[in-house]
């Protein structure tokens, strides 16, 4: 809803006036007659309504003794749906909370796009996506809303990941054509606005880049002195900006991440078209961006004082919070989930962490936890297969939630230690109290992710399936099962897990597109191996302990093992 009131305020003069909010479509005339309804038969109504919603999205299936992260997905799934809503034009946006963040976010849409598309809606988030193309100004750039501290370049890298994710889930080529124009100009806008930061000290005024207001502020970025003729250390990044989630205001690495994210789609989605010349020029564009982005995080290394080598969160602040650094893994795949800065910094999170939560994460610094964003963290041990630390990491975060299964943002658990920034709400908050809203959309827009991808997760023309579930999610006699779920190989899988008996599991996969190579991992109890597999009646001998993995199927695979 959207209200529209314009008053004039005379010079040194002010004026006040009331908005007094309405009912939901419902006149206050008539609200004598709320009396005569029957609660039950609105209740069976609003169920009915609700579980027709249900029918039309992926169904997730877990044994009754995962009741709980079950009724969790289930409400996470309304909430996301629930935090959406119509502006004066007609257009949906996702929201990241009911209040103060009422607002939306490209980074954010990133996420709760492809929460709303892997619970099986494909149809909502392609209006949310939608959205994104009003917000584009006529020169490329895709900025936050005003209230996130705009600048804020990391959300262009979002808006266009949430344009490519449609199309990968779809293979929509008419949405990827008529798209096109946006991520071909966001991209360009990248390139040329990346020579701000190239900028001699001297040069003129007129040529240097816009100064743009921040009505707030965590902190300043430390500018180190340099040697004569040495470049800046943010030199070839994106322009100054906003520092969100306790970061300086500065240059960021998170930013540039989804910044060269943007460029990379505009290439993947060239190539896509055929348009040969435009592919070309991007990934040129993209390599140039990135060797100035690793060659200013070589030199941000340097400054890392308490730690082995590890992922920097800015140039000249290293140490800055991490909420956002490992989107270089997920969902940019700049950098493997295996690799030596992205090790050394999990490390570095596991010393700090707090009642199972990894803390710096933002505005709480060391003093808080933000469970949230730990589903991030935990996305990246899932891809090193590191299934331990994901389900604690799961564990604690559905430890610091509400009782309607929602989350605030970050959660202060040691008002002791200190707070990343010197302004801001986070250092008046007492133990066990969170700061933004209730609910904060990435958190049911993370759990859903977590969880499917706990299921099955894509890497590239790869599927991991059941790579994530743990052996104590299923017993002999139960199932678990994931079904019409949307892929981004362009289709939907199924799959439904039966421990057959004691020593006898049994898959069967339903997949709409042709799968290229996919790694089953069965969740055998401790101390087991697998000893006998058979795909559709046909022995296999080559197999792991755990795994088997099969290559170009489709349709229907059942796969039975034994261990």
């Known amino acids: 809803m959207t209200l529209v009131e314009r008053r004039t305020v005379p010079a040194h003069g002010t004026i006040t006036f009331w908005i007094e909010l309405p009912n939901d479509n419902f006149p206050a005339a008539k609200v004598d007659t709320l009396a005569a309804l029957d609660p039950a038969a609105m209740l069976s109504t609003a169920r009915k309504d609700w579980e027709t919603l249900w029918r039309q999205g992926a169904q997730l299936d877990l044994p009754s003794r995962e ?51 892997f619970a099986g809606y494909l149809d909502i988030a392609k209006e949310t996506a939608k959205h994104t193309f009003s ?38 080529q008419q949405w990827l054509t008529s798209s096109y124009p946006h991520l071909a100009a966001s991209a360009r806008w990248v390139d040329l606005h990346r020579q701000e930061s190239m900028l001699a000290d001297d040069a003129p005024a007129a040529a240097k880049g816009v100064a743009r207001l921040i009505p707030w502020k965590c902190s300043d970025e430390h500018s180190p002195k340099l040697k004569p003729g040495e470049k800046p250390y943010w030199y070839g990044l994106l322009p100054w900006s ?21 460029i990379k789609v505009a290439e993947m989605a060239a190539h896509t078209l055929g348009n040969t010349a435009d592919e070309k020029e991007f990934a040129a564009k993209y390599e140039d961006y990135k060797k100035a982005y690793f060659a200013s995080m070589t030199r941000a290394i340097e400054l890392e004082k308490d730690f082995k080598p590890y992922l920097p969160a800015m140039p000249t602040a290293p140490d800055a919070g991490v909420s956002q650094s490992l989107i270089a893994v997920y969902p940019t795949n700049l950098l493997g989930p295996e690799h030596e800065l992205v090790t050394n910094l999990l490390a570095r999170m596991r010393k700090d962490e707090l009642e199972g939560l990894p803390t710096h994460m933002a505005w709480m610094g060391p003093s ?3 469970p949230s964003e730990s589903m991030d963290v935990a996305e990246i041990y899932l891809r090193r297969g590191e299934l331990a630390k ?7 975060t559905l430890n610091h939630t509400y009782v309607t299964d929602t989350f605030k943002e970050e959660i202060k658990v040691n008002k002791r230690l200190p707070v990343a920034c010197a302004s801001g709400v986070a250092k008046e908050v007492e133990n066990g109290y969170g700061t933004g809203d209730q609910p904060e959309a990435w958190g049911p827009a993370n759990l859903i992710l977590l969880v499917r991808d706990l299921l099955f997760y894509e890497d590239g023309d790869k599927l991991h399936i059941l ?31 039966d421990y057959v008996n004691a020593s006898t599991m049994r898959l069967h996969l339903d997949a709409t597109i042709t799968v290229a190579e996919a790694v089953v991992r069965f969740p055998l109890p401790a101390g087991k191996k697998l000893t006998s597999v058979t795909v559709n009646g046909q022995a296999a001998n080559e197999f792991t302990t755990d795994s088997v993995t099969l290559k170009a199927i489709s349709g229907v695979t059942d796969i039975e093992v034994g261990f």
């Open 390 to 396: 994901v389900h604690r990491l799961l564990l604690a």
């Open 67 to 117: 009741k709980e992260l079950a009724d969790f997905y289930q409400a996470s799934v309304a909430y996301i749906l629930m935090l959406t809503e119509r502006d004066e034009n007609g257009e949906l946006w996702t929201l990241d909370g009911p209040a103060f963040y009422r607002e939306f976010w490209g980074r954010g849409e990133y996420f709760q796009a492809r929460s709303i598309e």
């Open 467 to 497: 790579a994530g579930v743990p052996a104590n999610w299923i017993a002999p006699g139960e199932h678990l099962s994931l079904a019409n779920a949307p892929s981004t190989l362009g289709g939907r899988v199924s799959l439904r897990l």
């Open 242 to 262: 906003y520092g969100d989630s306790g970061l300086p205001e500065g240059h960021h690495y998170p930013h540039n991440t989804w910044g060269l994210y943007a």
């Open 368 to 370: 808080g936890v933000w």
């Open 135 to 172: 917000l584009q100004k006529s020169d490329g750039e895709w900025d936050g809303p005003a209230v996130s501290g705009w600048p804020a370049w990391d959300n262009i890298g979002g808006n266009a990941g949430t344009v490519w994710d449609y199309y990968m889930l779809t293979r929509d």
